[in-house]
Nanobody, 124 residues
């Protein structure tokens, strides 16, 4: 059974850092593209970053220069390190897996499996 579980969300002050993890089960994570998305209340789901099976990486505009995606195949886990966080980064963060093999794209429609999400709140 394919499953993705996010962890690491929480409350952080503006300018702070937070690291998210996405651990997969039921498939070999390193063989597929994995994406991070977020959704704030009243807004559409936004693509943050993705990493392909060949370690190609894409960042969305909101993530460039502040967020870093990485993968540990031995742990079947993808990470998202978020630095210099802003209040507008507040959202539920999701990881998703592309098991159809489309590749690393920041489009919701190309991902088959989603985690349950983890809340990130940036506030003083």
């Amino acid at each position: 059974q394919v499953q993705l579980v996010e962890s690491g969300g929480g409350l952080v002050q503006p300018g702070g850092s937070l690291g998210l993890s996405c651990t997969a089960s039921g498939f070999t994570l390193g063989r597929y593209a994995i994406g991070w998305f977020r959704q704030a209340p009243g807004k559409e789901r936004e693509g943050i970053s993705c990493i392909s099976s060949t370690d190609g990486i894409v960042y969305g505009d909101s993530a460039k220069g502040r967020f870093t995606i990485a993968r540990d195949n031995a742990k079947n886990t993808v990470y998202l390190q978020m630095n210099r966080l802003k209040p507008e980064d507040t959202a539920v963060y999701y990881c998703a897996a592309d098991l159809e093999g489309y590749g690393c794209y920041l489009s919701n429609a190309l991902y088959d499996y989603w985690g349950q999400g983890t809340q990130v709140t940036v506030s003083s």
